[in-house]
């Protein structure tokens, strides 16, 4: 019994105040040579304190999925997660949702968890460079908005 209570540990309902510079809505604007790939996804992350908004825009010329989904090559896939930065690394745990951040269950595409990896290659005020573990590339992004961190409980985001 006791290894049950001492092994389990509580979550705050708050948010924590993640890291600070970055703190806003970052966006991918390409990808080298991104014409001549056969699929690639542009990303935008919006960093509200110890969370993390993902929108990813996917491009596919080639078609592995039912002609419903397909949507002429290109659509776009969502995520809510929670990050950590340790060092130069980013651990990021969450969910792929549907367009309004609630989760998403069924459908084309993704869903389940979204579990990235990323190294923090380079980052300043205006830019942050990140490379995902799984995926080489390096994702190079752009500070579009600054947002200012007020933790609220996590049911209400």
Partial sequence: MLFSIVGCQR?????????????????????PHQDRMLNYTLHEFTFSC?????????????????????KNGKWTEYAKAVYVVREDSMIVEGIYTKENWKQ?????YK????????KIVHHSADSVVLENKFDLRP???????????????????
């Fill in 11 to 31: 979550h705050s309902e708050m948010q924590t105040e993640g890291t600070s510079y970055l703190h806003g809505t970052w966006v991918q604007d390409s990808i």
């Fill in 139 to 157: 994702i190079v992004l752009r500070k579009v908005a600054d947002l200012i961190c007020i933790p609220k409980k996590r049911w209400e985001m």
């Fill in 104 to 108: 998403k269950v069924s459908g084309c």
């Fill in 111 to 118: 869903q389940g968890q979204y579990l990235p990896r990323f």
């Fill in 50 to 70: 110890d969370s993390v908004y993902t929108t990813m825009h996917v491009h596919a010329k080639t078609k592995t999925m039912p002609d419903s989904c397909y």
